[in-house]
């Protein structure tokens, strides 16, 4: 099981932030104490589509922002359904 401390920082001030905002205003997450779980699949769908969006479809650009190799998007583009990354949800 990951811990928030197990994430990357950038993940860390996220998962922060949202239970400082859930504090804030008096709701609390539907599981005691954690924010919405995804699996790490989804998380890493998400993160390549963002890429993808963010730098307007290069997914040479996508893959290196993600630190990735071009194959390795390109399969994982594959793995996920992911035909139109511009429009895909």
């Known amino acids: 099981m990951l811990q928030l401390g197990d994430l990357p920082t950038q993940l860390q001030q ?3 932030e949202a239970r400082r905002a859930a504090a804030a205003t008096g709701e609390g997450p539907a599981v005691a104490g954690a924010p919405e779980l995804k699996t790490l699949a989804e998380l890493e769908r ?3 589509l963002t890429a993808i969006r963010t730098l307007n479809g290069d997914k040479l650009k996508a893959a ?3 630190g990735i190799g071009k194959t390795t998007l390109y399969r994982k583009l594959k793995e996920y359904g ?3 990354p511009l429009h895909d949800e």
Do not use: K, T, V, Y
């Open 64 to 66: 290196r922002l993600l």
């Open 46 to 48: 998400e993160a390549i």
């Open 82 to 84: 992911i035909a139109d």
């Open 14 to 16: 996220r998962g922060l």
